[in-house]
């Protein structure tokens, strides 16, 4: 049986920890640019690269949220495709997982 109270502490980590992130890389962003052109061409690149993960980071808090509203609604750790229960081990690597490995690694369905 899936510990929900587990995983929804390990949840509410990862947000403060992803919180924390983007907001340091707001900061890195908000740097004012070198007067010198070649460091300004290396500072767009890492600011490219800090906006990829700003936006992978939004993502992430995005999808545990939506992980937090089903165990509030009862619904996490069920496979919206079988309707059986998703091995702990899978919430663990993936917390927002909302099909379980099988159905996960069957690819869309041939109907």
């Known amino acids: 049986m899936l510990d929900i109270e587990r995983h929804k502490h ?3 980590a990862r947000l403060l920890e992803l919180g ?3 907001r340091n890389v707001e ?3 908000d740097v004012t640019a070198d007067p ?3 460091d300004q061409a290396i500072e767009l690149q890492d600011d490219e690269v800090l906006e990829g993960l700003g936006r992978a980071g939004e993502r992430e808090i995005q999808l545990l949220g939506r992980a937090l509203i ?3 609604n009862g619904t996490y750790g069920i496979c919206k495709k079988c ?4 091995a ?4 663990d690597a993936v917390p927002y997982a909302v099909l379980c490995r099988d159905c ?4 869309p369905s041939k109907s």
């Open 10 to 12: 390990q949840i509410e």
């Open 27 to 29: 900061d890195a962003l």
């Open 20 to 22: 924390d992130r983007l």
């Open 70 to 72: 089903r165990i509030a």
């Open 88 to 91: 702990a081990e899978r919430l």
């Open 36 to 38: 010198d052109l070649a």
């Open 104 to 107: 996960a690694g069957a690819g």
């Open 83 to 86: 309707d059986e229960e998703i």
